[in-house]
Each structure stands twice: as structure tokens, then as C-alpha cells.
T-cell receptor
Framework: DAGVIQSPRHEVTEMGQEVTLRCKPI?????LFWYRQTMMRGLELLIY????????DSGMPEDRFSAKMPNASFSTLKIQPSEPRDSAVYFC????????????FGPGTRLTVL | QQQVKQSPQSLIVQKGGISIINCAYE??????FPWYQQFPGKGPALLIA?????SEKKEGRFTISFNKSAKQFSLHIMDSQPGDSATYFC????????????FGTGTSLTVIP
């Protein structure tokens, strides 16, 4: 299995631009998570899906952030408009429903907003 | 509110020494406690995990000690090696909460040769 795939790996954009991050979870996994990692705040859970349905989006910082999961093999995290404080590494992770689960993380997307 | 508190924030250990990272939680509904290891430029990866029905779990040089009454758990890395230099995250989850993990803030470990 290729693992969780994220694209792009690096994104540099200017303030005010729209940014779309993409994630392909591991086949057969029914949970998908979006995290943001910064030095100041560590790993923050932004939103997670179960069977393509958003379960908890309380970690989404503000309305500029939105996430979708149109099917079991694809999810996007969109920031519109982007701001310099959104600069971070964004991780996607997936897991299978089980009593004691393991989340598998992708390689992350490093976002820099100038 | 941080559900899982982790310390120290950073740790420097000599090669061959013991690295100890501590975590504490409040929610007694947590029933699964994994540790994740993250190397620079990579995503976190599961290192070792424990359930609260045991007090210790060992895998090679890595050991989790779990104290249910104190609501604390810790990661011990024996004979620490430079290749162990990474960021370590503790986490907790509960069955009724689905598959959501509550992560600690991370510990940056540096093992000096």
C-alpha cells in the first residue's frame, strides 16, 4: 500500500490567495483526519470524517477554512483567503474503525503564506 | 484545553542514556494511549501503544509505563541512540469518542553521540 498521499508537499502563496490541500487516504480506511502542526501549538486536530461525513470540525480555526470529502478516496482542505498566520505543516491521517486504532499519517504539506 | 499534558518540551540525552517523557490526562474515559514518533520532514508514525489494563508494555528499547490511579503514563527509551533523535507525541483516545486522538504537545529528543 502506498500509504496516505498528500499533495502538494510544499506550497508557497501570497496572502489573500486560495489554497487547496489534497489527501488520499489508505484504501479501506473509513476515518480521515486533518491536522495542523506549528511550533507554538503542536499538533492540532482541525476536522475529521467518518465514512465521508464530517464528524467534528470544532478545531477549524475560522470560516476561512473548509474541508470536504466527496468520496472515500479523496479529501481537500481549503483556505480562502489565506493569511501569513496559516503558515504551518498540514497533515492528513487515516484509520480503520477498530477497538484500538492506529492513525496513519501522510508526509504533510508545508504551507507558507507570504 | 489540553486534554493530554506532555513534558518536557525538549530533552537532550547522551548516547546510551535513558530518555524519559511523561504525559498526564484527566479524562478517565480514555482507554488507549499510543506514542507517536516524528522525524524531521516526515509525518508522525506509531511507535508503541498501551491499554489501561496493563501497567507496562515493552517493545525493544521502548517501554511505556502506565499508572492508572495517577492518570499518568510515560515513555522510556533505554540505551538511547542518535537515531532516536525525533519528536515524540503521546496521545489518548476513548472508544466512545470514535477514532479521535488527543495529542500532547510533543517532546523534541536529541541524543548526543
Amino acid at each position: 500500500d502506498a500509504g496516505v498521499i498528500q499533495s502538494p508537499r510544499h506550497e508557497v502563496t501570497e496572502m489573500g490567495q486560495e489554497v487547496t490541500l489534497r489527501c488520499k487516504p489508505i484504501s479501506g480506511h473509513d476515518y480521515l483526519f486533518w491536522y495542523r502542526q506549528t511550533m507554538m501549538r503542536g499538533l492540532e486536530l482541525l476536522i475529521y470524517f467518518n465514512n465521508n461525513v464530517p464528524i467534528d470540525d470544532s478545531g477549524m480555526p475560522e470560516d476561512r477554512f473548509s474541508a470536504k470529502m466527496p468520496n472515500a478516496s479523496f479529501s481537500t482542505l481549503k483556505i480562502q483567503p489565506s493569511e501569513p498566520r496559516d503558515s504551518a505543516v498540514y497533515f492528513c491521517a487515516s484509520s480503520r474503525t477498530s477497538r484500538y486504532n492506529e492513525q496513519f499519517f501522510g508526509p504533510g504539506t508545508r504551507l507558507t503564506v507570504l | 484545553q489540553q486534554q493530554v499534558k506532555q513534558s518536557p518540551q525538549s530533552l537532550i540525552v547522551q548516547k546510551g542514556g535513558i530518555s524519559i517523557i511523561n504525559c498526564a490526562y484527566e479524562n478517565t474515559a480514555f482507554d488507549y494511549f499510543p506514542w507517536y514518533q516524528q522525524f524531521p520532514g516526515k509525518g508522525p508514525a506509531l511507535l508503541i501503544a498501551i491499554r489501561p489494563d496493563v501497567s507496562e508494555k515493552k517493545e525493544g528499547r521502548f517501554t511505556i509505563s502506565f499508572n492508572k490511579s495517577a492518570k499518568q503514563f510515560s515513555l522510556h527509551i533505554m540505551d538511547s541512540q542518535p537515531g532516536d533523535s525525533a519528536t515524540y507525541f503521546c496521545a489518548a483516545s476513548m472508544l466512545v469518542g470514535g477514532n479521535q486522538f488527543y495529542f500532547g504537545t510533543g517532546t523534541s529528543l536529541t541524543v548526543i553521540p
